[in-house]
């Protein structure tokens, strides 16, 4: 019999990819996107080079529409653990008046996929770790680990890197950077199950409470501020709602729910009947929209 | 607690490995809800009687679902009450068998599908090579498409006799060429059921078609399986990831650590297990030092065994760096030859003689395929003989490291048996290979340290031996220039040796031609030649059209980076054909020399030249005047 259980062995994988990633990369960073796997990455790397502190920065890419508590809860983070956090807008998207109302996917390509490349050009990093995880969507599931970007940051599926046994290659030529995803064989009910066992803070609004929401098109979508748009025959009404994955608010449907404590979280999502990306609105768009986007540069 | 399960599915095209995965997880009711309702969406557009076609489930990529095949690995992750399971769905077509193998390097147990009305292919044979070669150590032949052959018990009990044959026949031709220290069975278990994908038999329960058939259904079998692994019993071992420096400590959870200047080497344990006071011994250094601490990421512990990640702290400094292996006990063999059997993955083919980088545990290091004893044919296990090896293709092998290196067999530890080989020049993953064993070779065969070595044979001659590599086209006046300035040298009372492509080639290399492999060997006997003659002292001054990057940078790694001067002769090729001092350019325009570089092959301009030189418009004399100028930094 195995003495290590499955969650041992996931995170002593995710522990020896992250050493591996800061003894050969020349300029490595944590991408943090103040979500539950985003809080188990920095967990995780926590542990992988204790007691010393993470050797690399992390970096969140701000789209400014972010829950209002994800930022706080951001901010709070770095300060209490004395790590580098970057944080990085586009500004010019900005200044246009880019926002998730009016410019559709052309929103997300901006100020995500635009803004993380801008960011990873301005600090020259040649690796950055992500949070993906493989059973979150097709694309996804046929992604290495160690995933490599051309010198425009685009993804060539057809073309992948070998990688066998735990020996990963990490030579690449100036100006090309890799991708890590230290979580590629997580699932969801890993990740919930292992916040629960390392008691990992996560962001509040994972917690079921009462919230101002509206309804459209079959999201339960949170009113965070006043930027929010309501459309004819929308009203606001208060509901008791939490958040299995966080993005922009205007973008990330709710769900009804009494789970307002970690062991009722976990339970709900182990006997869950729909997977987590349906709460993204941009998925759903049309079949491949994940791949192509990935392609173009999306993390 | 639940355990984890890795295993790869394979099989030939068309034998239904998606449809089996994607049924299975299906009918065990182990998909959410909304990808259920995609896959009858998906299914409704590409096919044409509405039914659920299952492998859309895994087809992920939009290339393949067009092609109708799979082209690379994908990962499926599914929890039963008794077990988690990670599914890689690995592509069955020749052509990507590297994507295979990807499958199978991760794999603890192999699922390969037969179809039952075409019986077993070359395909299937190929496949459970490839398995055995990654180090999969149990397998399970599901006999797909029962449903065809009307679920017939005669034609199933002949399809799985006929496995058994096969799998004990490839196993023992893996492990014939080995030295007796291999008692190990290259596979521990094997289970054979007739299922039908499509239907659903023997997939999750009891096939009612099949009452015949008296084991139990795939799922039950694999929540079921010991796969733990049964290492050779040998001590502990952990190659060393990284160091932790002491000086930036983290606010997290350090203040009840005693010690401030915390020196700690990380690594994930990759056999047997340690404990608190235990002395190791750190090769290849063979220093030894007692566990002062155990931590398992964070948590001290007394104890900590295979498969976690940890930090140790010693009680004293030794030498350890990344790539070291710490050992209690003797551990394994240190050594600098091996032969090993390498799955070749880049386009470009492996040639012998060719210098690459290879990662065998956490180190890095150069390392030269010596020659390639026989290459394996994949499909029938026959031995070849081989000067090259193409992409897919299986060869025996013997490497040598650029210095003496940490490693095992593969049988007894895939961390430090298994490698890869790098491309120097392109980065690219060309290689995976596995070590059969060390070569004793290398240890009769050690540098004979000789008393007067190239510090006193140079220091008497009061120069430092350095090789000037001349690189350009044919007639760039590479030569004249590496002639001059050897007077010039000579007249300075230094020690000099002139090296001429065309010369070499009349003597020491008069037995090679131009093909590719022979242009290898012709640049690295001239390097170990250059490097003898630096040994003794002397200033080289080698002219070598050397048109390709990835022979000089074979050069450079030989002779030494330091002592390698490169010096780019950059004149034209214009002004190179209209010289054309020995009419060569007027008989490859003629056609009557193929592969004249320039002409009918590429020249690679050296991306980093020490030194270039343009000798257009210039007298030798003012060539000459100002290479010296350059080269003063280095030679006076």
């Known amino acids: 019999m195995n003495p290590l259980s499955h969650l041992d062995e996931l995170e002593a994988e995710s522990v020896y990819i992250m050493r591996e990633v800061a003894a050969e990369c020349e300029k490595p960073v944590m991408l943090y996107s103040i979500g539950k796997d985003s809080s188990v990455m920095l967990h995780l790397a926590l542990k992988a080079f204790f007691p010393e502190k993470p050797p690399f920065p992390f970096l969140h890419i701000d789209t400014t529409w972010k829950f209002h508590e994800m930022t706080e809860f951001r901010d709070r983070r770095a300060k209490e653990l004395g790590i580098e956090m970057l944080v990085y807008t586009n500004e010019e998207g900005l200044a246009q008046g880019v926002n998730p109302f009016d410019y559709g996917a052309a929103y997300t390509d901006i100020m995500k996929t635009q803004a993380l490349k801008q960011a990873l050009n301005k600090y020259g990093f040649t690796a950055a770790f992500g949070g993906g995880r493989r059973d979150e969507e097709k694309s996804r599931a046929k992604e290495r680990i160690f995933s490599f970007r051309n010198t425009e940051h685009a993804w060539e599926p057809k073309n992948q890197r070998p990688e066998m046994w735990k020996l990963y290659n990490t030579r690449i030529k100036k100006g090309e950077s890799i991708r890590v995803f230290p979580l590629s064989n997580w699932t969801e009910a890993d990740i919930w199950q292992y916040i629960q066992r390392e008691k990992i803070e996560i962001v509040p609004l994972y917690f079921a409470k009462l919230r101002p929401v509206v309804y459209r098109d079959g999201n339960i979508i949170m009113v965070d501020d006043g930027r929010m748009r309501l459309k004819e025959g929308e009203k606001m009404e208060m509901k008791k709602i939490r958040f299995r994955t966080l993005g922009c608010y205007p973008l990330t449907g709710g769900m009804e729910s009494q789970a307002d404590t970690l062991d009722a979280i976990v339970a709900e999502t182990l006997g869950a009947v729909s997977s987590e990306r349906t709460s993204r609105v941009i998925d759903h768009e049309e079949s491949g929209s994940m791949e192509r986007r990935k392609r173009e540069g999306y993390f | 607690m639940k355990d984890l399960l890795k295993f790869v599915t394979c099989g030939s095209v068309d034998d239904g490995k998606s449809t089996l995965l994607g049924h299975m997880l299906y009918d065990a009711k182990l998909l959410y809800t909304d990808q259920r309702q995609a896959l009858e969406l998906d299914s409704r557009i590409g096919n044409k009687d509405g039914r659920i076609d299952y492998s859309l489930l895994l087809d992920g990529l939009m290339a393949e679902r067009e092609q109708g095949i799979t082209i690379d690995v994908a990962y499926r992750y599914f929890h039963t009450q008794n077990r988690s399971f990670i599914a890689a769905d690995a592509p069955g077509h020749e052509e990507y068998t590297?994507?295979?193998?990807?499958?199978?390097?991760?794999?603890?147990?192999?699922?390969?599908?037969?179809?039952?009305?075409?019986?077993?292919?070359?395909?299937?044979?190929?496949?459970?090579?490839?398995?055995?070669?990654?180090?999969?150590?149990?397998?399970?032949?599901?006999?797909?498409?029962?449903?065809?052959?009307?679920?017939?018990?005669?034609?199933?009990?002949?399809?799985?006799?006929?496995?058994?044959?096969?799998?004990?026949?490839?196993?023992?031709?893996?492990?014939?060429?080995?030295?007796?220290?291999?008692?190990?069975?290259?596979?521990?278990?094997?289970?054979?059921?007739?299922?039908?994908?499509?239907?659903?038999?023997?997939?999750?329960?009891?096939?009612?078609?099949?009452?015949?058939?008296?084991?139990?259904?795939?799922?039950?079998?694999?929540?079921?399986?010991?796969?733990?692994?049964?290492?050779?019993?040998?001590?502990?071992?952990?190659?060393?990831?990284?160091?932790?420096?002491?000086?930036?400590?983290?606010?997290?959870?350090?203040?009840?650590?005693?010690?401030?200047?915390?020196?700690?080497?990380?690594?994930?344990?990759?056999?047997?297990?340690?404990?608190?006071?235990?002395?190791?011994?750190?090769?290849?250094?063979?220093?030894?030092?007692?566990?002062?601490?155990?931590?398992?990421?964070?948590?001290?512990?007394?104890?900590?065994?295979?498969?976690?990640a940890v930090t140790l702290r010693l009680d004293k400094e030794i030498d350890i760096s990344r790539g070291s292996v710490l050992v209690t006990g003797k551990g394994p063999d240190v050594s600098s030859m091996c032969t090993a059997v390498l799955l070749w993955m880049d386009e470009v083919p492996l040639l012998a003689g060719k210098n690459y980088y290879i990662k065998v545990g956490t180190k890095m290091l150069p390392a030269t395929v010596m020659s390639i004893k026989y290459s394996i044919d994949v499909n029938t296990g026959m031995h070849l003989p081989a000067q090259q090896l193409q992409k897919n293709e299986i060869a025996c092998c013997d490497l040598v490291f650029s210095e003496k290196t940490v490693f095992t067999s593969f049988e007894q530890n895939k961390a430090l048996g298994g490698f890869l080989l790098i491309d120097r020049i392109s980065n690219q993953t060309a290689a995976c290979g596995v070590i059969r064993h060390s070569l004793r070779r290398s240890d009769n065969l050690?540098?004979?340290?000789?008393?007067?070595?190239?510090?006193?044979?140079?220091?008497?001659?009061?120069?430092?031996?350095?090789?000037?590599?001349?690189?350009?086209?044919?007639?760039?006046?590479?030569?004249?220039?590496?002639?001059?300035?050897?007077?010039?040298?000579?007249?300075?009372?230094?020690?000099?040796?002139?090296?001429?492509?065309?010369?070499?080639?009349?003597?020491?290399?008069?037995?090679?031609?131009?093909?590719?492999?022979?242009?290898?060997?012709?640049?690295?006997?001239?390097?170990?030649?250059?490097?003898?003659?630096?040994?003794?002292?002397?200033?080289?001054?080698?002219?070598?059209?050397?048109?390709?990057?990835?022979?000089?940078?074979?050069?450079?790694?030989?002779?030494?980076?330091?002592?390698?001067?490169?010096?780019?002769?950059?004149?034209?090729?214009?002004?190179?054909?209209?010289?054309?001092?020995?009419?060569?350019?007027?008989?490859?325009?003629?056609?009557?020399?193929?592969?004249?570089?320039?002409?009918?092959?590429?020249?690679?301009?050296?991306?980093?030249?020490?030194?270039?030189?343009?000798?257009?418009?210039?007298?030798?004399?003012?060539?000459?005047?100002?290479?010296?100028?350059?080269?003063?930094?280095?030679?006076?």
Not at chain 2, 131 to 137: H, K, S, V
């Open chain 2, 98 to 308: 590297r994507n295979m193998a990807v499958g199978a390097s991760f794999a603890q147990l192999a699922l390969i599908l037969v179809d039952a009305s075409r019986g077993i292919l070359v395909q299937t044979k190929r496949h459970i090579r490839i398995c055995i070669l990654m180090g999969i150590r149990h397998y399970v032949f599901a006999v797909n498409k029962m449903d065809l052959l009307s679920y017939n018990r005669e034609s199933y009990l002949k399809i799985q006799k006929e496995l058994e044959k096969i799998i004990d026949e490839i196993s023992s031709e893996a492990f014939q060429k080995q030295n007796a220290s291999a008692a190990v069975l290259p596979y521990e278990s094997v289970y054979i059921l007739p299922v039908s994908a499509a239907e659903g038999d023997n997939i999750t329960k009891k096939s009612g078609n099949m009452t015949w058939f008296e084991g139990c259904p795939l799922l039950e079998y694999l929540e079921t399986v010991d796969v733990t692994y049964k290492n050779s019993g040998s001590g502990f071992m952990m190659p060393v990831q990284r160091v932790v420096k002491p000086q930036s400590r983290c606010a997290w959870k350090t203040s009840s650590l005693e010690d401030t200047n915390f020196r700690g080497f990380q690594g994930q344990i990759e056999n047997g297990l340690l404990h608190t006071g235990e002395e190791i011994t750190a090769l290849p250094s063979r220093e030894k030092a007692k566990v002062e601490e155990i931590f398992v990421t964070d948590r001290k512990v007394e104890t900590a065994v295979a498969g976690q």
């Open chain 2, 446 to 636: 050690t540098w004979q340290e000789t008393t007067i070595g190239r510090k006193e044979r140079s220091e008497q001659k009061g120069q430092s031996p350095k090789t000037l590599w001349f690189t350009g086209l044919s007639g760039a006046g590479k030569t004249a220039l590496a002639n001059e300035i050897e007077k010039r040298l000579w007249k300075m009372g230094k020690h000099t040796m002139l090296l001429d492509g065309d010369n070499v080639r009349m003597g020491l290399n008069k037995n090679l031609g131009f093909k590719e492999q022979d242009r290898i060997e012709n640049i690295r006997r001239v390097s170990e030649v250059a490097k003898l003659f630096n040994d003794a002292g002397l200033i080289v001054l080698a002219s070598f059209i050397s048109p390709f990057e990835r022979d000089r940078e074979n050069a450079r790694e030989i002779i030494g980076r330091d002592d390698f001067i490169e010096i780019y002769v950059s004149t034209s090729l214009k002004e190179c054909e209209r010289r054309d001092v020995k009419g060569l350019y007027r008989k490859a325009r003629a056609g009557e020399i193929p592969n004249f570089t320039g002409i009918g092959s590429p020249y690679e301009v050296p991306e980093n030249p020490d030194i270039v030189i343009n000798t257009e418009g210039k007298s030798l004399s003012e060539n000459a005047d100002d290479l010296m100028r350059q080269l003063e930094k280095w030679l006076l």
